[in-house]
Each structure stands twice: as C-alpha cells, then as structure tokens.
C-alpha cells in the first residue's frame, strides 16, 4: 500500500510509534505529516526510521552518532571536516533503521514535514 492510499498506516519502526518519547505527530492529513523530535542531550532513541520524503526544519542542532540495528556506526557528526554545523534546513531521502545518540551539549530538536505521495 502507498503511503497516498486512505488507508495507508505507518509500520512499527516508524519514528512516532518506535520511538514515541522522541517524536510526536503534530499535523497529519493525506499531503503531509508533520513530525516533531527531540533528542535531549545525552539521550539515545530506540531503533526506528523516517518517511521519505522529508523536508527537515531544524530548531536546535548538536552532535550525533546514527548506528544501525546491529549498532554498528553509520555517521559520527563529530568526525566530519570541516566542524559539522547543521544547517537550519536540511532534506532527506528517508533514512533506513537506525538509533540516534546525541553526543553534544545541545538538545538535537527537528520539524519534519512528511510528503506524502
């Protein structure tokens, strides 16, 4: 099923129903889904993933490990040159299951707009 079908639900290991102490559903009709998370500092998210594709409205930014199920490291913001600054917009494909530990002095705080399709 297409997530542009009436009936179309999101599975498990979507972000709001896998993780649901880091995201939240703000706004949903059959366009768009609005999608707030907050990873405080210091915090690791349970396994999930996102909806492509995502327009990202970044509110607060920080440092950040993405590990896949297994818990091997897929992305180390803190290694990348030059100093990883996350930009206020971003867009995103779609990101297979991942956690999402935040390893800076910042909550990591992210407005997602789904596109539906």
Do not use: C, Q
């Not at 490990?65 to 600054?85: H, M, N, Q, W, Y």
């Amino acid at each position: 099923m297409e997530r542009s079908d009436p009936g179309w639900r999101p599975d498990a290991m979507d972000g709001p129903i896998a993780a649901p102490h880091h995201h939240w559903v703000l706004f949903e009709n059959d366009r768009v889904r609005v999608v707030e998370t907050l990873v405080p500092a210091g915090e690791i998210t349970p396994v999930h993933t996102h909806l492509p594709p995502t327009v990202l409205y970044v509110l607060s930014g920080s440092h950040f490990l993405r590990r896949d199920p297994d818990g091997a490291v897929k992305l180390d913001t803190r290694a990348i040159e030059p100093p990883f600054s996350m930009p206020p917009v971003m867009w995103s494909d779609g990101n297979p299951a991942h956690t999402l530990e935040n390893t800076g002095p910042d909550d990591l705080h992210v407005i997602g707009v789904e596109l539906k399709g």
